[in-house]
């Protein structure tokens, strides 16, 4: 058991998959002699060759598009997108062909393919960088995506994207890329899509996250425990499929409820999961559930992120606001 | 249409070889190709007429496009080559070993017992334009990965060509020299829009050079042209020497699809001249030339491709038709909980959603 970071245990995950089934490739931009802009595939093209480790031409809808055609010829691609934000540049590429090609060819063509890109602010990039267009694939709904917050669930989830027989968009948390080290087992291990993470235990409130957002939630947790209010922290690990019944058992056990997210707040990811709860929690609320997102603006520059993105702060007033209301 | 613009041709539009023209295509062949070019014909007829009943859905006619369908599907060995259309194409699809059954099927809103065999090398028809252009590049791409056989035909328009796709797909395919065939129909028509309204290139093969490998263009009205150029562009890509873009110069002979009216945008002596270069008539006349084409022959041709035709709709009519719980078939290998409480609740069994 070695103590990595997130960047580490993605390596890993790649490398121990191609290690063991040589379809698994790796395409992207600067994924080779670089090992890509975040280093996950350091030493892999050494390793594996240019044929499984390819540098593409700087072209995010034949990164996709050709994903799909390799995963047609019998290869496992794992494709990466330097940025979530970039995805738009593919994007008609992920739901309209990717999310489809099994249900339009009637189960002939299934696409073992997984998409990797980092979301998030925090870190101070240029414009479109920090998207967190998270919710965007939701309404392509034979995508899976998985929103990883530590390095467990980032490698444990990966091999579990790439072994999937479906198209996974794996969306890494940008910010907590070499933010600390947790222990990550050395051999491969699954960790299942449709299954949320307690972070930690309380009795007073629910507070809800995925992808770097957990972190916020934790820290907010351990403020409000200082007054005295033990919140229970969830980690949703993946949108798509949802863990209903993890967020129903905390939502009916602590009555009260906050879910926060980087992507600004309308139609954001948080929508689907209040409208959900009330659905199948309304009777144990106490409160109305709040959101705590970014606003419903254009990314600030770098400058302001910090006031615009969901802080410990804000997440902590709407949790007072709930458990008192 | 003629060698002096650069546009290649065998046969001319009398059905006379050019002077000093072989064709690569023996006797035998070219009653192959004109056999697929009438039952393509025919089948137009057929489904324009079942749409128009409300028994089939949206069509799109190949009318007029059956040389550069035919002679560029023949020229592959649909055993090890993968065919990525757009929707077009029909006889290449009937070529590649989808039996006609399973189009109608489709065509009348029954995809699920139109599936694809899987011994056929052929992607699904594709309606976001020029967007099947990455996936058959990854596929190419992918056999030369594996050091497996086999080449890539992808069919598109000139109206495609304008895509995005069209370009990072093209790109792609020269950086990695991938086994693929980019055959481009220029029908002169992307629904009303002109060809000139489409590119400022004199030739949209040209635009091959800016990515580093061939481009031909060729009288896509001439079964024997098309056929040749496309047999060097499969020939050079299984040598390994890359991709090739052909244009084939054709014209759409019928509308778009059953809802278009060409006649409010299509200048009617236009369409009278793309007749006199009918694709058809012209091989027609080149094989009567041959003593092998008479109208003893054509009826009897004619007269089977209708019955393969009714024999098909006949097949097809005994399929179970479509259920709402297929629906939920093939979105994943195994659906979310969210969707299967879906299913459960379309279907009247219990469940909440969530």
Redesign the interface.
Known sequence: MAELTIIEAIRAAIQGEMERDERVMVLGLDVGRLGGVFRTTDGMIEKFGRSRVFDTPLAEASIVGSAIGLAISGMIPVAEIQFLGFTHQAFHQMGDQLGRFRYRSRGRYPLPITVRAPMGGGTKTPEFHPDAIEAQFVQSPAIKIAVPSNPYDAKGLLIEAIRDPDPVLFIEPERLYRKGRAEVPDDDYRVPFGKARIVREGDDLTLIGWSAAVEVCEQSAAKLAEQGIQAEVIDLRTLVPLDVETLVTSVTKTGHCVVVHEAPLSAGFGAEVVATLQQEAFYALDAPIARVASFDTPYPPASLETAWLPSVGRVVSAALRTVKA | MADQDGVYQVLQPSGKLKAGAKPALDDEFVLEGLRWMLLSRAFDAKATALQRQGKFGVFSPVLGQEAAVVGSALAFDPRIDWL?PQYRELPAYLIWGLPLRNHILTLSGN??AG??P?DVKL??TQV?LA?Q???????????Q??G?EGAVLTYFGEGASSE??FH??C??AG?VKAPIVFFLQNNQWAISTPRAYQSAAAHFSDRAAGYGFEGRVVDGNDLLAVYEVTREAVERARRGDGPTLIEAVTYRMSFHNTTDNPSRYQPPEELEEARLLDPIERVEAYLRERGLWSVEREKEMKQAAAEEIEAAIAEAQKAPPPQPSQIF?????EL????AAQRDEMLGRSG???
């Open positions: 990525v995809p699920v599936r694809i899987d992607l699904p976001a967007a252009l990455p996936h058959a590049v990854g596929i190419a791409w992918g056999l990965i594996q497996r995005g796709d990072e797909a790109n792609l950086v078939d093939n979105v994943f290998a979310t909980p969210r969707q909440d959603d969530g």
